[in-house]
C-alpha cells in the first residue's frame, strides 16, 4: 500500500536555512528521505554538496544525527555505525550511507563493493548530480557523454555515463531501487519499503542540479520530470535479484508505449549546448536501447 504526498508525515528534519543553490534538487529529494525514515536515523556522508547542505558545526538545519567521513570510505563508516548500533542493542536506528555520484560511482565503489558482498546492514543512497559538483563541476564517471563540464569544457564528455546501477545490481543486495527527486511519491514510498528490509539496501537518486547543468533554478522539477518521461532514468526496483518492477511514471509510459525524445531533455540544458544531431541521435539510441532491456526484464 503506498502513500500520497497528501500522507507523507508533517514532521521536518531539515529546517530552513540550508547552504545548497538555490534550486537544487538534493534538499528536495533528502526532505522527503528523512520523512520516509523518521528521527531514528544516523547518516554519514562524505565530502560533497550534501556536506553542504548540513552546514558548517556545531550549526547545522538538519535535524537527525550525521557523520561527516572521508571522501571513499561512506560505506566503510556505514558498516562500523551498523556493528556499533548491534552491539549496543539499537538496532532500531537506520543507518543511512549518503554520497554523491563522484563520491560512490568512482572512489566509495570498493567500500561499497565489499560492504554489499558482505549483506552489512544500512541503506546507500547514491545521490546523482553526474559530476563533482562540489568542487565546480569535474566531470566524473557519471557524466553522461557529450556533456560540459570544467574539465571537458571545450570538447563535450566523450564516454558514456559508467552504468553504475548494473554493478549494484550485480551484488544482488536486499533491495535496489532508482528514483528522482521531482517524484516525491515514488522516492518516499522506496525509503519507507527499504527501511523495513534488513541488508544492503542501495538506491540511485538522481538529482538535477540547475548550477551544474546550466538551467534556470526555476526549472529543476521540470528537467527531473523530463529525465524520465524522456526514459534518460527509469525508476525501478529490485528485490534480491529477483525481477525488475518498473514503478510510477516509468511503469504508465511501459503501459502506454509513449516516451519522449531526449532532445527535449537535452535542449533546455547548457551542458550539452555542443551537442550535435548526430551525438543527439546517438544518445537516444542508448536510452532506446536500454529502455527496452528495461521493458524486457519487467516483463512487457
Ligand atoms: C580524497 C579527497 N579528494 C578530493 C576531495 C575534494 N572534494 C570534496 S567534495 C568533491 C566533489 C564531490 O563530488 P560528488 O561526490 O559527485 O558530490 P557533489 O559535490 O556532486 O554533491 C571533491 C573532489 C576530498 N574532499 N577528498
Ligand atoms: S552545485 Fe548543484 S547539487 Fe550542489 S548545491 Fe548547487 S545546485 Fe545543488
Ligand atoms: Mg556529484
Redesign the pocket.
Known amino acids: 500500500m503506498s502513500t500520497t504526498i497528501m500522507e507523507f508525515p508533517d514532521q521536518e528534519y531539515i529546517l530552513p536555512g540550508t547552504r545548497?543553490?538555490a534550486?537544487?534538487?538534493?534538499p528536495i529529494a533528502y526532505r522527503y528521505i528523512l520523512k520516509a525514515l523518521g528521527p531514528k536515523t544516523i547518516v554519514t556522508h562524505p565530502a560533497c554538496?550534501l556536506t553542504?547542505l548540513h552546514g558548517i558545526y556545531p550549526r547545522t538545519p538538519v535535524a537527525v544525527n550525521a557523520v561527516n567521513n572521508t571522501f571513499a570510505s561512506t560505506a566503510a563508516s556505514a558498516s562500523g555505525l551498523a556493528a556499533g548500533l548491534k552491539a549496543t542493542g539499537r538496532e532500531d536506528y537506520t543507518v543511512l550511507a549518503m554520497a554523491g555520484d563522484g563520491g560512490t560511482f568512482d572512489m566509495g565503489i570498493q567500500a561499497l563493493s565489499g560492504a554489499a558482498e558482505r549483506e552489512t546492514d544500512f541503506i546507500y543512497v547514491c545521490y546523482d548530480?553526474e559530476a563533482y559538483?562540489?568542487t565546480g563541476v569535474q566531470r566524473s564517471s557519471a557524466t553522461p557523454s557529450g556533456a560540459l563540464t570544467t574539465t571537458t569544457a571545450v570538447v563535450p564528455k566523450e564516454q558514456p555515463k559508467k552504468d553504475f546501477i548494473q554493478i549494484m545490481e550485480a551484488h544482488h543486495p536486499a533491495y535496489l531501487a532508482t528514483t528522482c527527486s521531482s517524484f516525491p511519491g515514488d522516492l518516499y514510498n522506496k525509503f519507507a519499503k527499504a527501511k523495513d528490509i534488513r541488508g544492503t539496501r542501495f538506491v540511485h537518486l538522481m538529482?538535477p542540479?540547475?548550477?551544474?547543468w546550466g538551467f534556470p533554478t526555476r526549472d529543476t522539477v521540470k528537467i527531473g520530470r523530463l529525465a524520465v518521461e524522456t526514459g534518460v532514468v527509469v525508476l525501478y526496483e529490485v528485490e534480491r535479484g529477483g525481477p525488475i518492477r518498473l514503478t510510477g511514471k516509468s511503469l504508465s509510459m511501459a503501459r502506454s508505449g509513449r516516451k519522449r525524445p531526449v532532445e527535449e531533455y537535452l535542449r533546455p540544458q547548457g551542458r550539452f549546448k555542443k551537442m550535435t544531431p548526430e551525438r543527439i541521435a546517438l544518445f537516444q539510441q542508448e536510452v532506446d536501447q536500454r529502455w527496452a532491456g528495461l521493458l524486457q526484464r519487467a516483463g512487457f
Open positions: 545548497t543553490c534550486g537544487c534538487g538534493l554538496c553542504i548530480n559538483m562540489n538529482v542540479c540547475p548550477s551544474g
